[in-house]
Each structure stands twice: as C-alpha cells, then as structure tokens.
C-alpha cells in the first residue's frame, strides 16, 4: 500500500493540471486514469483531435475557395481520409505523450487503471489500495443519451465516433446545434458531405448573444450546412451502414424523416462518475446528477474534493483546469478561487465564435442598462487582406460606469481575441481603459479596440 497525500482520479485537463498543481506546491502526487493515455477526453477523443480535423479541413476550404483569387492556381488537393486521420492521431499522441513527460518532470505517479473509493481516505485501483489524506475527482464527463437513438459509433456515432468515421460520409444529420454538432459539422460540410443539423430550439447555440446566433447560422448556411429547426428529435433506426431519423416539428406536430450515412448525436453531455462508489460513501449528488461542492469544491465528504465536467457549471476544459489549480491550493492549505463571471467559450469554427460575461439578453432580463460598442470585421484592413471580414466585435459596458460586462466575437481569430477582453473583466477595466490602449496595425485585435471606441465616441474605421 503507497500513501499519497493527495490522490487525483481522472487526468483529463482538470485532473491533470490539479495533479501538476498540487506537485508543485510540494504535495506526494498520484493521479488514476484507466485509459491507455493521460489527457481524458478533451485531448483523446474531444479538443484536440477535433482542432486537428478543423484545421486539415479549413486549409483545404482555402485551398478551394481562396487560392486562385490570391494567385495560387493550380488543381484543389484531393482528401486522403486516412492520412488525415494519422495526422490527427499524431496530434493526439505528441500532447498525451507530453502530459506523462510533466507528470515524470513533476513526479507525479500515474496509477493505471479505474479507481473506486472503499472510504474517504482510500482510492481502490484493481486489487490495490491507496491511502491519501485527500481525494480529488475529477472524472468528466459522458455524451448524453436521447430517447429512441442507439449509439453504435458507426453510423449513429457520438463525437467519439465522429472523429474516427472509417470513411468521409455522402450525408450526415447531426442531432443538436450545440457546440460539438456545429464544430464537426462544418469539419464534414468542408470534406464534400452534406450536412443537416436537427435542431429542438429556434436557434443554434443555446445561450449564446442572440446577435451571434443569427449571424453565425447565416454563415454555416452559406458554407453549405442546412438546418431544421424547431425540431424534436423522435428516434433513430440504423442498419450497418444507414440511418434514418425521425423528428417532430415543434410548431405544427408533424412528423418527418431525414436519411443519412451517419447520424451524429450531439444533444449535451452528462457528468460521469460511474463505479466509484459515491451512493455508499454519502457523496451527495444535485438534482442534475451532477457531484455537489462547497466554495473550496470540497464534497459532502470531508477530504474528498470534485472539480470539472463532473460539478456544476459549463462542461469547458478550461473552466475544469482553474478549479484544478484553485482545489490543489485548498488541499495545500492556501486560498483557491475561480472567477465564474470571467470564463470565456469558444467555437472553433471558421470564422471562429468567442463570449465572455453577460448577454444583452441576460441584461434586459436582470433590468440592467447597458450600451453596446460593436465593430465589423469588413472595417479591419488585416480581415479583409485575408478574406475574413465576415463578423463583428460587440463589447457590452455598464451604461453608467463603463465598467466592461461582456464580449462576444463573430470573426477571424475570436478564440483568442476574447482574452484581451477577459484580462480587461479581471482588472475590472471600463470600455475606455481598452479603448485607449494601442493595438498593433494591422492585426484583428483593432476589431476589439473599435468596439471599445463605439461604446465612447466612436469607432474611427466605420
Ligand atoms: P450542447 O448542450 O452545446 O447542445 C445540444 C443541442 O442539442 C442544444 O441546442 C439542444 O437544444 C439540442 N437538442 C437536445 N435534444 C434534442 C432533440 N431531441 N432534438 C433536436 N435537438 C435537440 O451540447 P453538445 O454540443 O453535445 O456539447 C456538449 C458539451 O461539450 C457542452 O457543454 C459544450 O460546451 C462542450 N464542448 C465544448 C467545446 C468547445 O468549447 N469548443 C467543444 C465541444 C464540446
């Protein structure tokens, strides 16, 4: 029996990070993942490999679309779906491996297999048991299921399925317009598949600026993904190599079928921490079946901590690997804290999506005045060099104080233009501090520093 003074179960960016965390403030480290590699979801069969896929098929839209007008002529590349999937798992495997070289750095142990906790105090993995003073778990999440749809991740596939099709499908339908069902949609829409996402809401991107939403359909509608929307998804019925998929339009009840090679369910995921043995400890669980947690995410277990996919709050790596870093502190004895307000979302689209803070509609709801500065991408000289000017930049101020609310980004590079946004929210910076801070010529970033002069007096280029 090893003894820990921390025992983190699940390495993907929660658990890992926390793992490096708690090494570096000097804690006996162990970190339990049954996978073959380190990195959950998010860099298996999530994240990574999906930007990898993203990326190969946005080059080729280029190649396509963009070449010949900048005067690169010549034939389009032609896909080859294996090589493309080598390239993807050479990405996969080049961070996995780099996770085990920082857990080696830091020395942290990697205890191989899944872990049961017979106590609080005792992680079980296989037939031995390990003592640690404290337990995190951090063991994500799973997709969720939809009544009436097998998943057999070969024609109806979850994103893990998704990512891996033995060949590029003719047709897919994708069941929900969340995050995952737009992000490999457009991979497939790009290969030459004709994509129809199904969708329950009025709008794709559930809670997401209503502004956004609208443009960001109008543009996937452009590169060829179509949209049913108000629409319930009924069942599937699939043979081994074709699906068809049945749903009801919400506003008149009637019914319809959509054929596919493929179908993608992509309706949300739900927390897993199955086989750990939460019901006979007294972990509590919410309503949701999500894990419960105090302010220092420690559970209704003393000593026993739940950070990531698997507590409340948006299913986001990033959003996973603060509490990480906050709950190795606390079990160090330091003080660990996440700003929920500052936690920015990303499509990795092309163009890319990006919000951080408050909607308008959250704003209108809590009765909160506020102004808008926004700015088009078609204003930006860099944009519109690298035909990219689709888009715009909308930054939400307190109408009173200026104090910045929220952003929310429909354009080139909007995954990392967020940030400027996020460290200006931290600082509890006014549209003005940002608007009157110099920005690089020519580079996207101007797009935010215009919306920030449109809250005050103007922005110079619209
Ligand atoms: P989601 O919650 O983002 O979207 C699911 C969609 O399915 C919703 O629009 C919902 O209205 C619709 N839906 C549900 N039931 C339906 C039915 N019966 N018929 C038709 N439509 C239906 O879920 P998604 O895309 O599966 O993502 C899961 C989680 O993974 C999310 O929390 C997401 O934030 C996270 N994620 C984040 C990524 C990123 O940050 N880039 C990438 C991939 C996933």
């Not at 080598?86 to 297999?113: A, H, P, S, V």
């Not at 951090?138 to 939809?146: D, I, K, N, R, W």
């Not at 739900?270 to 939460?278: C, R, T």
């Not at 990219?388 to 009173?400: H, N, P, R, Y």
Request: with cysteine.
């Amino acid at each position: 029996m090893s003894s820990y003074d921390v025992i983190i179960i699940g390495s993907g960016p929660g658990g890992y990070v926390s793992a490096i965390r708690c090494a570096q403030l000097g804690l006996k480290t162990a970190c339990v993942e049954g996978r073959e590699t380190l990195g959950g979801t998010c860099l298996n069969v999530g994240c990574i490999p999906s930007k990898a896929l993203l990326h190969a098929t946005h080059m080729l839209h280029e190649a396509e679309h963009n070449f010949a007008d900048m005067g690169l002529k010549g034939k389009s590349p032609s896909v080859d779906w294996a090589q493309m999937q080598t390239y993807k798992q050479n990405t996969i495997d080049t961070n996995t491996k780099g996770i085990e070289f920082l857990f080696k750095k830091n020395k942290i142990d990697w205890i191989k297999g899944w872990a049961t906790i017979p106590e609080a105090g005792k992680v079980k993995v296989g037939d031995e048991v390990h003592e640690a003073k404290n337990i995190i778990i951090a063991t994500g999440s799973e997709p969720a299921s939809l009544p009436g749809v097998e998943v057999d991740e070969t024609v109806v596939v979850t994103s893990t399925g998704a990512l891996s099709l033995n060949k590029v499908p003719k047709k897919l339908v994708v069941i929900g317009a969340g995050v995952i069902g737009l992000e490999l949609g457009s991979v497939y829409a790009r290969l030459g598949t004709e994509v129809t996402v199904v969708e329950y809401l009025d709008a794709i991107t559930p809670g997401m600026d209503g502004e956004v939403q609208k443009n960001f359909m109008r543009i996937l509608k452009k590169q060829g993904v179509n949209f049913v929307m108000g629409a319930a998804v009924q069942g599937t019925e699939a043979s081994k190599t074709k699906a068809k998929v049945t749903y009801k339009l919400r506003k008149d009840d009637s019914e319809h079928t959509l054929d596919a090679d493929v179908v993608l369910v992509s309706t949300g995921r739900k927390p897993f921490h199955d086989g750990l043995g939460l019901e006979s400890l007294g972990v509590e669980l919410t309503k949701r079946g999500q894990i419960a947690v105090n302010d220092t995410w420690e559970t209704s277990v003393k000593g026993i901590y739940a950070i990531g996919d698997v507590i409340e709050g948006p299913m986001l790596a990033h959003k996973a690997e603060d509490e990480g870093m906050a709950a190795a502190e606390v079990v160090a004895g330091k003080h660990g804290h996440v700003n929920y307000g500052v936690i920015p979302g990303v499509i990795y689209t092309h163009p890319e999506v990006a919000n951080v803070g408050a909607t308008e509609e959250q704003l209108k709801e809590e009765g909160r005045a506020y102004k808008v500065g926004k700015f088009s991408f078609m204003g930006n000289a860099r944009a519109k060099a690298v035909f990219a000017g689709e888009g715009f930049v909308k930054l939400i101020a307190d109408k009173e104080t200026d104090r910045i609310l929220g952003a929310h980004i429909i354009g080139p590079g909007a995954g990392d233009l967020i940030h400027e946004v996020c460290v200006a929210m931290e600082f509890g910076a006014s549209a003005e501090d940002l608007a009157m801070t110099c920005h690089a010529h020519p580079t996207y970033s101007e797009a935010v520093r215009e919306a920030a002069l449109a809250c005050g007096d103007g922005a110079i280029h619209m």
